[in-house]
C-alpha cells in the first residue's frame, strides 16, 4: 500500500505544477506557449519510461553479494531523495507563486523552450522519484501493479478536479499528514539499505557470541571422481548473533509466513508502512531509531520556521 501513497503523491505533484502553468498561461493570454508545455510533459514521461527500462536493465546485471550492494546503495538514495522532498514541500509554501515568476521570466526572455524546460524539469523529477521509490519499495516489500496505478490515477483526478472543476481540497492538510507517513518509509528504506550493505558484507555484523562451524560436502562426478566441497557458516552465523531480538513465529506447517510475521499479511503491512522488523539486527534497530528522531526532528523544526515566520 506504500505505493499507491507515493503514486498518488507524486502524480498529483506533478499534476498542481502543471495546472499552475496551464492556468497561468491561459490568464494571461499566452496559449501559443501552451504546446510548448504539453510538450515538455510528453517528453518527460516518455524519457522517465526510458529511464527505468534502463534502470532496471542495470539493476538485473548484478547478482550475488554485488546484487545486495546495489540494492543497499539504492535503498539509502531514495530514503534520501525523499527525506529532501518532504523537506521541501514543508519549506515552500508558495510554490504556486514562485512558478508563475519562473513563468513569467521565462516568457519575458523570449526564450522559446522556457515553458517547455519548465514543464519537462518538473515532471522528469517526479518521475525520476518515482522510478526510486517503486524500486526501494520493490526489493522491500515486493510491489503491486494495481495499488500504484489507483494511486496514479487518483492523483490524475484530484489535479483534474482542482484545476478543472474548482474544487477545493485541503492540499496543506493533505501534505502534512502523507509527509508524516513518509517519514516512516524513508526510514524504513533507510534501515533496509543498511540490513542489504550487511548482507553484501560492507557493514559487519556486530554483536552476539558466534559459534563458527565448517560444513563439509562430497560430491561425485559422472567420471567417478569424489570432489569435497566446504561450506563457511561463520558469515551465517554472525548474521543471525547479531540480531538483538526475533519475534518472528515460526512458519506454518504448510511453509507459509504467519500474519504476523514480517513477510506475513499483517507483519508485511507493517513493514511497508512502518518498517517493521521482526528479527532485526543491532545497526539496523540504531539505523531506524536514529533516523526516526531526525527526520521527525527536521520536519518539526521546518514547521515551527515556518509559523513563527508568518
Do not use: C
Amino acid at each position: 500500500m506504500a505505493e499507491l501513497i507515493i503514486m498518488f503523491r507524486e502524480v498529483l505533484e506533478a499534476s498542481l505544477i502543471i495546472g499552475i502553468l496551464y492556468t497561468y498561461l491561459k490568464k494571461s493570454g499566452n496559449d501559443s506557449s501552451l504546446k510548448m508545455l504539453w510538450g515538455g510533459v510528453g517528453s518527460a514521461i516518455l524519457i522517465s519510461i526510458l529511464v527505468s527500462i534502463i534502470f532496471q536493465n542495470i539493476a538485473g546485471g548484478f547478482e550475488g553479494s554485488s546484487s545486495k550492494i546495489f540494492e543497499g546503495v539504492i535503498m539509502i538514495i531514495a530514503s534520501v531523495v525523499l527525506t529532501t522532498m518532504i523537506i521541501w514541500m514543508a519549506q515552500n509554501k508558495n510554490i504556486s507563486e514562485d512558478l508563475k515568476n519562473k513563468a513569467k521570466e521565462s516568457l519575458s526572455s523570449g526564450f522559446k523552450y522556457g515553458i517547455f524546460i519548465l514543464a519537462f524539469v518538473a515532471v522528469f523529477r517526479e518521475g525520476v522519484e518515482i522510478i526510486l521509490f517503486l524500486y526501494a519499495i520493490a526489493v522491500k516489500d515486493g510491489i503491486s501493479i494495481f495499488p500504484s496505478v489507483i494511486g496514479s490515477l487518483l492523483g490524475l483526478f484530484a489535479g483534474y478536479a482542482i484545476f478543472i472543476q474548482g474544487v477545493k481540497i485541503p492540499l496543506k492538510k493533505f501534505f502534512n499528514v502523507t509527509s508524516i507517513f513518509l517519514i516512516f518509509v524513508a526510514a524504513g528504506m533507510l534501515t533496509y539499505g543498511v540490513h542489504e550493505l550487511e548482507s553484501g558484507g560492507v557493514i559487519p555484523y556486530v554483536g552476539g557470541t558466534v559459534k563458527t562451524e565448517e560444513t563439509s560436502i562430497t560430491a561425485t562426478r559422472m567420471n567417478g571422481d569424489s570432489k569435497v566441497f566446504s561450506i563457511d557458516q561463520s558469515k551465517k552465523a554472525k548474521k543471525w548473533a547479531s540480531r538483538i531480538w526475533d519475534i518472528n513465529p515460526s512458519k506454518n506447517d504448510d511453509g507459509s509466513y504467519p500474519i504476523l510475521h514480517d513477510k506475513g499479511s499483517v507483519g508485511g503491512l507493517l513493514k511497508g508502512f512502518f518498517g517493521y522488523n521482526g528479527d532485526p539486527s543491532l545497526i539496523e534497530f540504531i539505523t531506524w531509531l536514529v533516523s526516526m528522531i531526525g527526520l521527525n526532528f527536521l520536519y518539526q523544526k521546518i514547521g515551527r520556521k515556518d509559523k513563527k515566520g508568518k
